[in-house]
């Protein structure tokens, strides 16, 4: 699918993606919404007076790919950011990811795999039209998004270059240059950032790369030009600006789990039951909202999630 540059959206547009995207909630129902809808406003909003307003649903999501709830306004999404190469601060991303270039990029794709390769992202995009996913991201930080990503199944895209019978876990691993990336400078994590999953979180269905949010390219402070979404694990799984993706024989490290392993586990599956150690993750507040919210096991994707870790003690492996 065709997505805009980023910079190329004015912010009068914002404003009218922020309705477009108030006025969609009377078309859910609908089941999937392509995602080639958001990039035709007029005539999603041309089919609305012939769509019934649905009740929302109440508990787990009848498509597990979407969410009743109201998205996060694009302005709280693109200016309230978690992205340490860029600096510490929620505001930083915005104000400083403008120093990276985002094209050409390529991803490696290496270790366990029958045909290690790279993929161009240009290449990747255009036999795939990207799948429109409303998923929620909850951050480790007890607040949670309600984002509209644009994005392609991590698993169909493994399986192109074979991964082998020793392929048990995937390691990603992000962009490692502190010209482009200031915040890489200081010493705050140990660069590169480092991610990973086990093969069968990978290749689930609700793992997806994102590359683009709200109908358009990812800003780069979300993570352009490609960035994982694990919707039932904290926020910080979801590694942003990735360079290799790695199969892997054995748990790979993670720049979370290095920096503090008390409070940061390799799994970071959403729990309210299991707190981290200096606060409560019972509740949340979603950005844009007042009162706090209950936090939702698996954040929510216990339907589709749950069975992979069956006999798993979740205060053991958090
Ligand atoms: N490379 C990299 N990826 C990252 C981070 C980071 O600092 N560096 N922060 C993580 C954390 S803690 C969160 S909550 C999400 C935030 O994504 P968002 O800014 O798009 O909401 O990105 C994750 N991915
Ligand atoms: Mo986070």
Known sequence: ML??????????????LDLFLRRREFLRGAGW???GAV????????????????????????????????????????RYNNFYEFGTDKSDPRRYAGSLRTRPWSVAITGEVGKPGTIDLDDLLRPHSAEERIYRLRCVEAWSMVI????IPL??????????SGARYVAFKTLLDPEQMPGQRSRV?????????????AMHPLTILATGMYGQELPNQNGAPLRLVVPWKYGFKSIKSIVEIRLARTEPPTSWNLQAPREYGFFANVNPDVDHPRWSQKRERRIGELRKRPTILFNGYADQVAHLYQGIDLRKYF
């Open 3 to 16: 997505i805009r540059r980023a910079d190329a959206i004015k912010s009068s547009e914002i404003t009218s």
């Open 33 to 35: 919404v392509a995602a």
């Open 39 to 78: 990039l035709a406003p007029t005539l999603a909003c041309g089919a609305e007076g012939e769509a019934r307003p649905l009740a929302p649903r109440a508990g787990a999501d009848a498509n597990p790919f979407r969410t009743d709830e109201k998205p996060t306004a694009f302005k709280d999404a693109t």
């Open 148 to 151: 509209p990503w644009l994005g």
């Open 155 to 164: 698993g169909e895209i493994i399986k192109r270059f074979e991964p082998t």
């Open 189 to 201: 994590l140990d660069w590169p950032y480092l991610e990973g999953l086990r093969i069968d979180e």
